[in-house]
């Protein structure tokens, strides 16, 4: 006889809960089954351990020839990566359906609403009374101001770490900034769908835009990475960097499809 508990009179063995899921989209450009894989071999020893037992979604929409879709599925597998669905149309959504991937819709990011600095015209400034004078009740104005605009939707407050990450552990910021107050050390892995702020020093992996924001940047006050990625778009720093850029303060942004890695106050 079992002894584990059976499910309370009433309640069900099992439920279902919504949960959100983070998977790295892995895009075809080529159907050749022998250019892929020599690219996903290069890639994941470009990354190391940074994608490992990631959930994968292919994204083949821009093919239009057929692939191998059980070589690519194993050679997956083979660097411990885990395919899960598939974007992909007609004989190729059909073959990758019948080797075991879900069809899914991948939706283009939500950009986030770009901020600028509000003009000085409509600042608005308060007076204090003048000696003597003591409070007073504002005046009604002579005409009714025009009506404001609407104010836009408040995006999420960003996420705040205050303490150091260790090797091992990860933070995902969904929808939002990620701000680390302490180091971020080898091993560590930030990941943020807007920007990340580290005060303090850098030492493991960074990744802004993770669902496509090429706007998004990376701040440190001391950066010595392993790899930093924005929307997808990422470098592994595999010696030290120059010394203009070794454990200063920078800024990280993409510059069309290329990184760029920029000291804070040049």
Not at 54 to 67: F, G, H, K, M, R
Request: net charge negative; hydrophobic share 45%; no cysteine.
């Amino acid at each position: 006889m079992s002894d584990t508990p059976s499910p309370r009179k009433g309640q069900l063995a099992l439920d279902f809960k919504s949960a959100t899921l983070y998977a790295l989209r892995v895009v075809l450009q080529d159907h050749n089954t022998d250019a892929l894989l020599a690219a996903l071999e290069r890639r994941m020893t470009d990354a190391g351990s940074f994608f490992e037992d990631e959930p994968v979604v292919v994204d083949a929409s821009q093919l239009e020839q057929a692939t191998d879709w059980a070589a690519l599925i194993a050679a997956l597998r083979s660097h411990s990566l885990h395919p899960v669905g598939v974007v992909a149309e007609g004989e190729n959504l059909s073959a990758a359906k019948a080797a075991g991937l879900a069809a899914v819709d991948l939706a283009n990011p939500v950009q986030r609403p770009v901020s600028t600095p509000a003009p000085d015209k409509d600042v608005p400034v308060v007076a204090p009374p003048a000696p003597g004078e003591g409070s007073r009740a504002i005046p009604e104005p002579a005409e009714a101001p025009a009506p404001a605009a609407a104010l836009p939707e408040l995006a999420p407050a960003a996420m705040v770490i205050n303490r150091p990450l260790r090797s091992g552990q990860r933070i995902y910021a969904r929808n939002t900034d990620l701000i680390v107050i302490g180091v971020v050390s080898q091993g560590a892995e930030v990941i943020a769908d807007g920007n990340i702020h580290v005060y303090g020093p850098l030492r493991g992996k960074a990744m802004a835009g993770a669902r496509g924001d090429t706007s998004a940047r990376i701040f440190t006050t001391q950066l010595d990475p392993e790899l930093l990625a924005i929307a997808g778009v990422y470098r592994v720093i595999e010696t030290q960097l120059d010394d203009k850029l070794h454990n200063k303060p920078t800024i990280v942004q993409l510059d069309g499809d290329v990184l760029r890695i920029t000291a804070l106050g040049n």
